[in-house]
């Protein structure tokens, strides 16, 4: 299954395979970039699933394990939950991508700021 990413300010949309995004991060991380971490945005999750859920309980439960899932997140970016990669950490990311030779294309998208990770 393919990694969707979604630039936050243009809602621009880059779709690569699982081992394009894995290797052009493991490549970046290789050539010196350091990342800072993603954030979970639990409001984003909870915007398309609520609008499923008809029970009241059903729909508190499920804020609580987002808010939940919020608090406990590790900052990675190899899960697809919509977590966000920050302006700052794509544009050294960027830096070390076009450094190791990744996709010419992939790297456009990251140089354009900050994204979601789908």
């Known amino acids: 299954m393919a990694y969707t990413l979604i630039n936050i300010e243009s809602g621009e949309i880059f779709i690569c395979e699982d081992?394009?995004?894995?290797?052009?991060?493991?490549?970046?991380?290789?050539?010196?970039?350091?990342?800072?971490?993603?954030?979970?945005?639990?409001?984003?999750t909870l915007d398309d699933?609520?609008?499923?859920?008809?029970?009241?309980n059903e729909k508190l439960w499920?804020?609580?394990?987002?808010?939940?899932?919020?608090?406990?997140?590790?900052?990675?970016y190899t899960e697809k939950r919509g977590q966000v990669v920050t302006y700052g950490d794509s544009y050294y990311m960027v830096m070390s991508l076009k450094c190791a030779g990744a996709d010419p294309a992939l790297c456009e998208f990251v140089s354009k700021g900050s994204f979601r990770i789908c």
Do not use: H, Q, S
């Open 49 to 56: 699933d609520l609008d499923y859920i008809g029970d009241d």
């Open 19 to 44: 081992n394009v995004w894995i290797d052009a991060f493991e490549a970046a991380k290789a050539d010196g970039w350091d990342p800072d971490g993603t954030m979970y945005d639990a409001a984003y």
């Open 62 to 76: 499920r804020i609580y394990t987002e808010v939940g899932n919020e608090f406990d997140w590790d900052g990675n």
